[in-house]
Structure formats: C-alpha cells, structure tokens
C-alpha cells in the first residue's frame, strides 16, 4: 500500500491551497479515508475524514466552513481543499485509510501517505 500526498506549498493568511492523496496497491474505494497534521513541536492531530462512499464526513472544528474533503475512487484519490487558511494551520498533512471516518482514532488507520507540508505565512 502507497499513498502520496502532495499539493502542499507556502501560501498566505487567507490563501487557499487543495491537497490530493493518491493511493496505490489497495482497494482505495473500501476505505475510510482522513487527513491529519503535525505541526512542529505538537502531537499529530486530526483533521476531516470521509467514508468510503464520499457521503458523509467528519471534522474537527477548527476547520468547519474552510476544508472539505472529497475523493474520486475511480482515481483512487483524496482530496483537501483548503480556503480561508490561518496561520494555525501551518503543518505537515498527512492522509491515511483505514476502518472508520466518525469520529476515528489514528489506530483505525493502516495506512499513512508521507505528508506535504503546508506553510501559511502572516
């Protein structure tokens, strides 16, 4: 199983930027799909996930009315887009299948793309 993550850059404060994940060696369409950050110095923390059929998600507030998540399992591919961006948001992204979209843990993940770092500058 791969993932790649990619999309990231340095935007600024009230940018927009949309990550893509695309994964390879599984069966993408039957998994629970999430995105998580690590921002420097934190514990990685969770961002939205999305079920396997792309109707319905979760998020943490932070992010509410900025992110949404999607996918297109025919391509086998995530997505993020970000508007609004703050500073806050500045990480490393990282996106991961596994078991659970609500309210999941990182353990109902097996999979773990590299990350793409995402820079917002004030």
């Known amino acids: 199983v791969q993932l790649q993550a990619s999309g990231g850059g340095l935007v600024e404060v009230g940018g927009s930027l949309r990550l893509s994940c695309v994964a390879s060696?599984?069966?993408?369409?039957?998994?629970?799909m999430a995105w998580y950050r690590q921002a420097p110095g934190k514990e990685r923390e969770f961002v939205m996930s999305?079920?396997?059929?792309?109707?319905?998600?979760y998020h943490r507030d932070s992010v509410k009315g900025r992110f949404t998540i999607s996918r297109d399992n025919a391509k086998n591919t995530g997505y993020l887009q970000m508007n609004n961006l703050k500073s806050e948001d500045t990480a490393l992204y990282f996106c991961?299948?596994?078991?659970?979209?609500?309210?999941?843990?990182?353990?109902?993940?097996?999979?773990w793309g590299q990350g793409t770092q995402v820079t917002v500058s004030s």
């Open positions: 991961a299948l596994g078991s659970r979209w609500y309210q999941p843990k990182e353990t109902d993940f097996h999979s």
């Open positions: 060696g599984v069966a993408f369409g039957n998994y629970a």
């Open positions: 999305i079920d396997f059929s792309s109707s319905l998600a």
